[in-house]
């Protein structure tokens, strides 16, 4: 799941040369980057036992640890296994110009004596290690080269016709788009999306046909272009065999577009789904950032979200702001309302909510005209707008 994540835990920098320059902190850190290496080759033998028995679910296995191991990858370990792999070729040249220099003081992951020299890796195994080499490049943000290698890496994928890489070439998909979405240029990748879309569907690639489709959502979405998202949900078919994950995200950027277009109960139940989808214990993230829309999007039916929501630990403090719209909207408070706004305005806006919330303020003043009605037997529209703060009567009496 493609969800911003922000790291905010404070951490001593292992790699820095003054760590590197103490003995003890340097063979630690050796030997953790072999431990990598190792974890790395069996993916490896994990990718071409998938390639070999022609069963997806190795390569699956690998895939799902990515999370883990991009947490692990450095320099040294990326260097290490692609000299372990790759015989002296162009090809493996190539891939080693990509990977960041060594630290002073680094010391190099010696290769274990081989009994026979290295073949040249299935495409598969390829792939998989350019996949790692552009993960890095995002983590360490490097965009520049990082647009690159991508590039590179999906020439390579669109040159192979092998069911055996579908799973990888998926993930390739989704950085590949990712890259193009952090370097603001989103709208330049949207016609190869659409080419392996097409690819995909005619090969019966699931996985791949998810994660293009929701590549091209996230595009459209970018650029406020709803009726084209709405066209591309009508006209093609998600895939009911595809991950949690990728079917959180499409119930998520469904309930976007359903929340645009005013369907606002349809939007309910997408989101709602795209929740108890998402991984309950990981992809904080994503909730957060589909639970916000939620929240407004029940304040548009006219509903007020349970308070339980916003005492969840994982997004109590990012729910705030919404927490306060809730109460401005229950209390039909338009002045709170409007300080509320003009308080958290940025948050809303990068949030994707700012246009949803103002439709709010209808619902706010009938809230608000509602108690009124409850508390007197007669009061004019004039008098109504004076105690609520609107420009005029007329206001009052057409709500």
């Known amino acids: 799941i493609m969800a911003p994540v922000e790291q905010d835990v404070e951490m001593k920098n292992v790699d820095s040369p003054a760590a590197a320059s103490d003995p003890d902190t340097t ?38 640890s990515l999370p883990g191991t991009r947490r692990k ?3 040294n370990v990326l260097r290490a296994i692609i000299n372990q792999l790759y015989p002296a070729s ?15 003081g680094s010391v190099e992951i010696e290769a274990p004596r081989a009994r026979s020299a290295a073949k040249v890796p299935v495409p598969e195994v390829d792939v998989y290690i350019h996949l790692l080499l552009l993960v890095r ?12 290698c991508s590039q590179q890496l999906i020439s390579k994928v669109t040159a192979q016709n092998r069911r055996t890489l579908d799973l990888i070439a998926a993930k390739c998909y989704f950085y590949h788009s990712r890259v193009f979405e952090l370097t603001n ?6 016609g ?5 879309l097409r690819t995909s569907t005619l090969r019966n690639d699931y996985e791949g046909q998810a994660v293009l489709i929701n590549c091209l959502l996230r595009n459209y979405l970018h650029y406020a272009l709803y009726d084209q998202a709405d066209k591309l949900v009508s006209k093609s078919v998600f895939p009911e065999s595809a991950s949690n994950n990728e079917w959180a995200r499409f119930l998520y950027y469904l309930g976007r577009i359903k929340a645009a277009r005013l369907e606002y109960s349809d939007a309910h139940k997408h989101l709602v789904q795209a929740l108890r989808k998402a991984p309950q214990t990981a992809a904080v993230g994503f909730r957060q950032t589909v639970q916000k829309l939620a929240i407004v999007v029940e304040l548009l039916l006219g509903d007020i979200p349970e308070r339980a929501i916003f005492r969840q630990a994982q997004l109590r403090k990012s729910l705030a702001p919404y927490f306060q719209l809730t109460q401005a909207v229950r209390l039909g408070n338009l002045q709170r309302f ?14 994707h909510t700012f246009t949803l919330i103002l439709r709010l303020r209808q619902n706010v003043i009938k809230t608000a005209i509602r108690s009124i009605g409850l508390s007197y037997s007669r009061i004019s529209p004039k008098d109504i707008a004076r105690k609520l703060g609107l420009d005029s009567a007329e206001d009052a009496e057409f709500i």
């Open 27 to 64: 063979e630690v850190k050796k030997d953790a980057d072999v431990l990598t290496v190792q974890d790395l080759r069996e993916h490896v033998r994990q990718i071409d036992k998938a390639v070999s028995s022609k069963e997806p679910r190795f390569a699956l296995r690998v895939l799902r």
């Open 73 to 75: 990858l450095n320099g």
């Open 90 to 104: 162009s090809e493996k040249e190539a891939l080693i110009a990509f990977v960041e220099q060594p630290l002073p």
């Open 137 to 148: 490049m995002l983590d360490t943000n490097r965009l520049e080269e990082a647009t690159e």
């Open 185 to 190: 240029k989103l709208d330049l990748v949207r």
């Open 192 to 196: 190869l999306l659409h080419a392996r």
């Open 338 to 351: 409007g300080e509320v706004l003009e308080n958290f305005g940025p948050q809303f806006r990068s949030d």
